[in-house]
């Protein structure tokens, strides 16, 4: 199982040195990945003291892509619904050539509680049929991306006698991840992602949706996507009513093992550290208590059998 970091792009004091040093410390210590947070306008209220100081997600990992160039980069998550298709696909596109094709896009709809930030941004009408505009958004994107230049016509976008260069490194296969925990997340996930990318959720949950994806990913004729799971860490108890890993080393360790028995490929680590002697101290603390201690017995394991 790989390990990735959600960087400290959100929270006051939030800069280049606390992402230099997100991106230093997984590179030091053998991570495949490192993540930005995207949201935009968010309400006064409970959801501003964690999102309402934020670094602009795109333009925050195009300046880890250039200063990290060993981990793969990728957006927990961007909502297409929010912002516009076309525009993404080409500033995705960019980030994807300046990185040398390491880019990983996670995509979401958003929760119900957000057309507030829909409405700030001045895109309430979207917030209804933010579902089908993230289905269409992934069409264009694939569409350009591949280097196709004849018309696409959606039902938000028509897209005529235009060129579309560069071209991404990876072309139309950017990887495309799909969060949500809902039933129809599931369904999109089979239906055009490359990946499922879950939030507050444990290993219990994630165990219960893979046969569920399976069976719509054997329907449709398509592979597995790859599992992955944004996880945010609390040492020793829970202050939280969502899912969280937390409690002692042990503890973690047991609920790590867990995810990789339920079929995670990937567990992407949140930690509530903005200060770069803070993200550093968070992630070298896990790592040798939760991380190495995995891998040592996944060895062990591989081993024996």
């Not at 230093?24 to 990945?33: C, K, Y």
């Not at 976008?157 to 490194?169: I, K, N, R």
């Not at 449709?220 to 409690?247: D, I, K, Q």
């Amino acid at each position: 199982m790989k390990f990735g970091l959600a960087l400290a792009n959100k929270g006051h004091g939030a800069g280049p040195e606390s992402l230099d040093a997100g991106g230093s410390a997984a590179e030091r210590f053998g991570w495949d990945s490192v993540w930005v947070t995207d949201h935009l306008f968010v309400p006064n209220g409970p959801e501003a003291a964690e999102y309402g100081s934020m670094l602009e997600a795109l333009t925050a990992l195009t300046y880890v892509a250039a200063r990290h160039q060993r981990v793969r980069i990728g957006t927990s998550v961007v909502v297409p619904a929010m912002r516009d298709a076309p525009l993404l696909a080409k500033e995705l596109a960019t980030i994807d050539v300046l990185s040398g094709g390491r880019l990983v896009v996670g995509i979401g709809v958003s929760d119900k509680g957000d057309l507030p930030e829909y409405t700030n941004l001045g895109k309430a009408e979207r917030f209804g049929r933010r579902g089908a505009y993230l289905d269409e958004a992934v069409a264009l994107w694939r569409h350009l991306w591949s280097g196709r230049t004849d018309r696409f016509e959606g039902e938000f976008h028509t897209l005529s006698d235009y060129v579309f260069q560069p071209l991404p490194a990876q072309g139309a296969a950017i990887p495309v991840w799909c969060g949500g925990r809902s039933e129809r997340a599931l369904r999109r996930t089979a239906e055009l992602a490359d990946g499922y990318h879950a939030a507050q959720t444990g290993p219990a949950d994630l165990a219960a949706r893979v046969p569920r994806l399976a069976e719509l990913t054997t329907r449709l004729g398509r592979r597995m996507p790859t599992l992955s799971v944004r996880a945010r860490v609390e040492f020793g108890p829970s202050t939280r009513s969502v899912y969280t890993l937390h409690g002692t080393e042990q503890d973690m360790l047991a609920e790590v093992e867990a995810f990789a028995r339920a079929g995670a490929d990937e567990l992407i680590l949140v930690f509530d550290a903005v200060r770069p002697d803070d993200v550093t101290q968070a992630v070298q603390r896990f790592h040798r208590s939760v991380v190495e201690p995995f891998r040592e017995r996944a060895v062990a394991g591989a081993r024996s059998s």
